[in-house]
Structure formats: structure tokens, C-alpha cells
């Protein structure tokens, strides 16, 4: 097995008397996609946040690429390879797929005040990166605003991976979509493995993790509850230690097996 | 699914018409605006309207508001509003007049210093938005009152008592930068045209329309430039960005801070440059200069297709909502209604184009 591109080692975080993560051990290598699964509360959501840059963690070791590392900012860590695309998406739907996926990051040509956002290059390479994707946009000039939600996840990730992303962490990218939204995300994660790139994906649906997982941890009540390869758990034991235990398999049982 | 078969059209989606991409513009609704109302007058005013003299005479006050417009489109697209330019237009003269009269600077330095401190003005509104998080609209309607105030204590500390300053055109009168901020361009080109009998002429020979107004000239410009820089630079980019939604253009990358000051520096230079304008046209300046002049300027970018919420709109489109208004006012005497039908029709026009521009932007974003 390669060695991890980041690992994140006893991952402990306090709000002053709240104790949000409690001991957490993660890491993902090249061309994997680890799940992180936990119910709501579980610290998923401060767990990414610490990871990509947002916040400090109050214990606890990065090492990114062999290396300690201690992100000041978000900023960081997008520098050093690691994206995140969080729920929100961080897209302005009455701006064109091609505007939002180099906002910020404009390609330009021509000098001084004659310098200018190259918009021929970046229509075609927007094209393109989402072609790879296996979207086919009706133009470079659509608005996002009228592309689906798991089309926007879509391009949220083609944007991540075009600048670089070595470590690309999905905050439940599958949770408000559809049946064949979702296949078209899992399908895109899959792609994203193919290149080399490290994903983390978040959820609290089984079904979606086991789809394209390759390793599963599960935190509850801030802390992981340890790491298991695909074909080494089932997905009822997955979802029984998320829910922390008996009370799951219990009410499982008198709902006849429908969760 | 291989690269190949996705490169095919997608079956469900139907081949745009240009017209329907036309239908996408926001300029859209502020040029079908301006049709309407070359055909109202077309129809209703004296012909002399649209001779060349008559046109010169309905683009001057739509440059001059105009320049204004394209600012508060800009700043507007950018997620915010500035009150207080339509005072800032009577602060700046009152610096202005001070500086050329009271001080007897020479415009090379009064123009550059009115700007600048018209600059740090905006700059400042700016900061106070951004430090506060309160909304700009309640910040700038402060400055509206503040700067009209500061205007009027200004005017009447410097002249000993009246509202009103005089005795700037003698000021600046043969100041080599006067030209460029006054009275007429291209005169050889109109007395040109004269003598070929392209344009109307007195029986004297000279032209009936002397040059096209400085602030036409400029009024052009800054909305060629104004449209350049929102559609084709990173800039551009970020103004939209910074005004679609704030949180996600700073998440990737976008400065958005220095871009809402700049906007809000923009705007108050734009209000500083018709102040110097109109000062020196008209020879003196008074406290009541650019009187409502925030609000027509606001409506000449929602016409023009702005959005109230931001993030959409057009530099060209205020051009052509300035146009409009320009039009308006002007036309009204080349007919025989009552000229004060103005009002009416620019509150009935605002609200027709807030309602087409949200029918736009449904249409943009697929809302249905």
C-alpha cells in the first residue's frame, strides 16, 4: 500500500467546555476513497473543517505528504492540494458555468492594461473538464442556476480537480439529490479515484459509501471507531456502529428491515 | 459512457434561437425601452426633437446622469447601493469651487484633489459597510444627509453666508485642462460638416450645433470602459462574483473586500467628475447640486437590468436607461402634454422594470 497523502493522527478539538472531537485518526491515499461516516453530530462536519484549514485542532498531529504540517488558513490547504467541497457549493447560479468555475482563478492574456480574461480558453477548457465528467453542457455560457443539484456537484469537483486537488473532501455530496443524481456523483468519485486523487467522501447514507468506498471509518460522539477495507464489513454492521450500537438493530427490526 | 457518445448533443435540449439568447441580455429591457420612446415621441413631439441640436439637447442631461448610472450599476452588480452620490455631487462642487475660487488653484490641482477626496469619501463608506455588516443602503442614506449638510455649512463658511458660489468660469477660464471638462468638442469637425451642408448651419455659416458636449464624450467612454472591464477582465469576474453571493467569492479566491471599496471609490469619483463638470458649465455651484440625483441614478441601472439583489446586470444597459431618462424630460417640452407627466412616467418605468428584470432573471437561472 502507498503511504497516505495526509494523515491526521488523535485529532482532538475543544469549544471551550464542548468537546467536539475526541481522539479521531484519519488518512487518505492516493487514488482511494475513504468514507467518513457518522450520524448527524457525530463531529463529520468540524472533522473536515479541521481538516481543510478552518479550523485549528486543540490536539492532535497533521502530517501531509510525510511531512507535520499546520494549515493557518483555508487558504493553505487549498495550496497544498486540498480542496473541499462543501454542501453550499460555493456557486453563484446567476453566473455561467464557465465564470463560476474560474472565479477567482481567471486565466488571462495580453499585458498591462490591455490584459485580459482570456474567456475563448477558459470556455473551452470549462467545456472540456466537464465532457471528462460526463456532462455535456448546452454552452460554456449556461448560468449554474439552471444545471441540476448533481450537476453543480459536478462542477464543484471538475473546478477542484482542474486546480490541482490532491486530497478533494466531498461534504455530503449525495444528500439532497436524487436517485440518478446520485449514481451520476458516485459515478464522477469514481472518475476523480481513477486519477490519482485522494477522496474523502462524507456521508450518513451506507448505501452511497459502500457503492464506490474503499476503506469505511465511522465516528460517534467524536470519535472513530476504527478503519475497515471493503468486503471486510457489511453494511449493517456500518450503519449499527453509527448509530452507536443496539438500538439500531432494534428498531431496524421492528421496521422491518426498511432503513 | 465514453467521451464520444457524450459529445453528442444531449437529444432534450432544443437549439437556442438568437433571439432567444437575445431574450437573456439584462441590457435587453433599457434598449426595447428606448425604442418605445423614440417611437412616443416620433409620434407625439415636434419633429425638431430628433434633428441634431435635439438630440444633443436630451443627451446632455442623460450623459450627465448617466456617468452617474454606469457607477451605480457597477457598485450595484457588485452587491451594493451608495445614497449619498447625489450629495456627493454637491460636496465635490463645493470643494471644487473652493479650490479654483477661494484658493485660486489651477485644475491640474483642484480636479486631481476633488477626485481624491471624493475617492477616500467612497472608500470610507465602504469600510463602514464591510467593518458594521450592516447594509449599505442605511449606510449611504448617513452620507446622504451628512455630505448635503456639509455642502450647504461649506458653501455658506466660504462665501460668508450664501448657498451659492460664483465666479468659476471666470476662474478656470483659459485653463489648458478646461476643455476637456467643458463645452464643446470637435467644433472644427461640426463647422466642417456645416460648410459640406451635412448638418444645419445659421444663415451665418455657423453650425447650429457648435460640437457635441464634453460630457457626452465622456459619458460614452466610461460606459465602453465600464462594459469592457465587466465582461472581459478578472475584475469584471469578481464584481459579479463579489455581488452573486459574497461567502462563496472569498471561499474561491476572489478579493472581495478591495472590490466592494473600489466599487464605493468609483462611485463617489463618478459623482466628483459631474460635480467639476457641471460646476464649470455652469459657471458657479449651489447646495442643492445633484439633488435626487441617487435615486435616478439607482433607476437607470434597474432599468438598464440590474437586479436589486446584485450579482446581475449591465454597464451598457444603465447607458441606455440614462438615455431614456434623458429623453423624458427633455421630450415632454417638444410636446404638448404637461412636462410634469415626468414623474409619473419614471415611477410607472422603475416599477415595469423591476418586474421584467425578475421575469429575466428567472429565466437565467431556470427558476421556474
Given at each position: 500500500m502507498t503511504a497516505p497523502i495526509i494523515h491526521m493522527e488523535n485529532i482532538k478539538k475543544h469549544y471551550g467546555n464542548v468537546i467536539a472531537l475526541n481522539g479521531v485518526t484519519f488518512d487518505v491515499r492516493a487514488g482511494e476513497c475513504h468514507c467518513l461516516l457518522g450520524d448527524n453530530g457525530a463531529g463529520k462536519s468540524t472533522f473536515i473543517k479541521t481538516m481543510s484549514g478552518v479550523h485549528k485542532p486543540t490536539e492532535g498531529s497533521i502530517t501531509f505528504e510525510g511531512k507535520p504540517l499546520s494549515f493557518q488558513s483555508p487558504r493553505d490547504a487549498m495550496e497544498a492540494g486540498i480542496a473541499t467541497v462543501f454542501?453550499?457549493?460555493?456557486?453563484?447560479?446567476?453566473?455561467s458555468v464557465t465564470r463560476n468555475f474560474f472565479m477567482g482563478r481567471e486565466p488571462t492574456k495580453g499585458k498591462g492594461i490591455f490584459k485580459r480574461f482570456d474567456i475563448d480558453t477558459a470556455n473551452e477548457i470549462t467545456m472540456t473538464e466537464m465532457r471528462k465528467m460526463g456532462i455535456n453542457l448546452r454552452g460554456p455560457d449556461q448560468a449554474v442556476g439552471t444545471l441540476s443539484g448533481g450537476e453543480r456537484q459536478t462542477v464543484a469537483i471538475a473546478r477542484a480537480v482542474y486546480f490541482g486537488a490532491k486530497v478533494l473532501i466531498l461534504d455530503e455530496p449525495t444528500s439532497a439529490l436524487g436517485v440518478r443524481q446520485t449514481a451520476n456523483v458516485l459515478a464522477t468519485i469514481n472518475r476523480v479515484r481513477g486519477q490519482g486523487i485522494g477522496v474523502v467522501f462524507i456521508s450518513h447514507n451506507v448505501r452511497h459509501a459502500m457503492a464506490v468506498g474503499d476503506r469505511f471509518t465511522v465516528l460517534n460522539r467524536g470519535q472513530t471507531l476504527g478503519t475497515a477495507s471493503r468486503g471486510e464489513i457489511t453494511a449493517a454492521k456500518l450503519q449499527d456502529m453509527m448509530a452507536g450500537g443496539q438500538e439500531m438493530a432494534e428498531l431496524e427490526g421492528s421496521l422491518g428491515g426498511t432503513i | 459512457m465514453s467521451i464520444d457518445t457524450l459529445a453528442r448533443a444531449d437529444e432534450r435540449v432544443k437549439s437556442e434561437s438568437v433571439f432567444a439568447k437575445l431574450m437573456k441580455r439584462p441590457e435587453l429591457g433599457a434598449i426595447g425601452g428606448v425604442v418605445l420612446v423614440t417611437v412616443f415621441f416620433m409620434i407625439t413631439a415636434d419633429h425638431t426633437m430628433f434633428t441634431l441640436s435635439g438630440i444633443m439637447n436630451f443627451m446632455t442631461p442623460a450623459a450627465q446622469l448617466g456617468i452617474l448610472g454606469i457607477a451605480a450599476a457597477m457598485l450595484m452588480i457588485g452587491g451594493e447601493f451608495d445614497l449619498s452620490i447625489g450629495s456627493m455631487v454637491a460636496f465635490a462642487g463645493m470643494l471644487f469651487g473652493v479650490f479654483v475660487v477661494n484658493i485660486g488653484m489651477p485644475l491640474i490641482v483642484a480636479i486631481p484633489l476633488t477626485l481624491a477626496i471624493a475617492a477616500a469619501l467612497g472608500a470610507t463608506n465602504g469600510m463602514i459597510v464591510l467593518r458594521t455588516g450592516l447594509p449599505s443602503f442605511i449606510v449611504t442614506l448617513a452620507g446622504l444627509f451628512v455630505l448635503r449638510g456639509a455642502a450647504l455649512v461649506g458653501l455658506k463658511l466660504f462665501t460668508g453666508g450664501s448657498t451659492q458660489l460664483r465666479g468659476v468660469r471666470e476662474a478656470v477660464e483659459g485653463d489648458f485642462l478646461a476643455p476637456i471638462f467643458s463645452g464643446d468638442a470637435f467644433g472644427f469637425v461640426m463647422r466642417w460638416l456645416a460648410e459640406a451642408g451635412i448638418v444645419d448651419s445659421f444663415k451665418s455659416g455657423v453650425p447650429k450645433v457648435p460640437g457635441i458636449p464634453v460630457e457626452i464624450l465622456w459619458f460614452v467612454a466610461f460606459a465602453l470602459i465600464a462594459t469592457y472591464i465587466l465582461l472581459r477582465t478578472p475584475v469584471g469576474n469578481w464584481i459579479f462574483a463579489t455581488g452573486g453571493d459574497s461567502l462563496a467569492a472569498k471561499n474561491s479566491g476572489v478579493p472581495v473586500r478591495r472590490v466592494k471599496i473600489s466599487l464605493f471609490m468609483l462611485t463617489a469619483m463618478a459623482a466628483a467628475l459631474i460635480a467639476i463638470i457641471t460646476v464649470i458649465d455652469a459657471g458657479s455651484t449651489d447646495a442643492r447640486r445633484g439633488f435626487m440625483k441617487e435615486f435616478e441614478a439607482i433607476i437607470a441601472a434597474v432599468i438598464g437590468g440590474c437586479l436589486l439583489t446584485g450579482g446581475y446586470g449591465s454597464a451598457i444597459g444603465a447607458f441606455f436607461g440614462a438615455i431614456i431618462f434623458g429623453m423624458v424630460t427633455i421630450g415632454l417640452t417638444y410636446t404638448h402634454f404637461d412636462q410634469d407627466w415626468f414623474q409619473v412616467f419614471l415611477g410607472a418605468m422603475l416599477l415595469l422594470a423591476v418586474i421584467f428584470n425578475n421575469v429575466i432573471r428567472r429565466r437565467v437561472t431556470g427558476e421556474r
Open positions: 454542501q453550499d457549493l460555493a456557486m453563484i447560479p446567476l453566473m | -
